[in-house]
Protein backbone atom coordinates (compact mmCIF):
# COMPACT_ATOMS: atom_id res chain seq x y z
CA UNK A 1 0.00 0.00 0.00
CA UNK A 2 2.98 2.42 1.17
CA UNK A 3 5.09 1.40 -2.16
CA UNK A 4 1.87 1.66 -4.19
CA UNK A 5 1.22 5.49 -2.96
CA UNK A 6 4.60 6.15 -3.62
CA UNK A 7 4.72 5.35 -6.88
CA UNK A 8 1.49 6.89 -7.43
CA UNK A 9 3.12 10.52 -6.01
CA UNK A 10 5.80 9.43 -8.25
CA UNK A 11 3.41 9.17 -11.24
CA UNK A 12 1.82 12.21 -10.26
CA UNK A 13 5.35 14.18 -9.96
CA UNK A 14 6.06 12.86 -13.50
CA UNK A 15 2.96 14.42 -14.82
CA UNK A 16 3.53 17.71 -13.37
CA UNK A 17 7.06 17.75 -14.41
CA UNK A 18 5.72 16.83 -18.39
CA UNK A 19 3.51 19.95 -18.24
CA UNK A 20 6.05 22.07 -16.75
CA UNK A 21 7.73 21.35 -19.46
CA UNK A 22 5.36 21.34 -21.98
CA UNK A 23 4.50 25.12 -20.48
CA UNK A 24 8.26 26.61 -20.38
CA UNK A 25 8.36 25.14 -24.08
CA UNK A 26 4.84 26.56 -25.03
CA UNK A 27 5.61 29.79 -23.82
CA UNK A 28 9.16 30.32 -24.60
CA UNK A 29 7.89 29.43 -28.37
CA UNK A 30 5.49 32.20 -28.04
CA UNK A 31 7.54 34.72 -26.67
CA UNK A 32 10.13 33.85 -29.61
CA UNK A 33 7.68 33.84 -31.83
CA UNK A 34 6.28 37.42 -31.01
CA UNK A 35 9.75 38.80 -30.64
CA UNK A 36 10.20 37.75 -34.34
CA UNK A 37 6.85 39.22 -35.21
CA UNK A 38 7.96 42.23 -33.62
CA UNK A 39 11.13 42.34 -35.71
CA UNK A 40 9.12 41.70 -38.97
CA UNK A 41 6.74 44.37 -38.44
CA UNK A 42 9.61 46.77 -37.44
CA UNK A 43 11.22 45.40 -40.70
CA UNK A 44 8.14 46.22 -42.65
CA UNK A 45 7.89 49.49 -41.24
CA UNK A 46 11.44 50.55 -41.77
CA UNK A 47 10.62 49.42 -45.55
CA UNK A 48 7.24 51.65 -45.86
CA UNK A 49 8.96 54.43 -44.13
CA UNK A 50 11.86 54.34 -47.06
CA UNK A 51 9.30 53.50 -49.49
CA UNK A 52 7.70 57.05 -48.65
CA UNK A 53 10.76 59.07 -48.41
Known amino acids: MIFYFMVHQNKIYLLLLLFYYYYYY???YYYYFFFY???F????KIYIYVYIY
Not at 41 to 44: P, R, T
Request: glycine share 0%; aromatic share 40%; net charge positive.
Open 26 to 28: YYY
Open 37 to 39: NFL
Open 41 to 44: IKKI
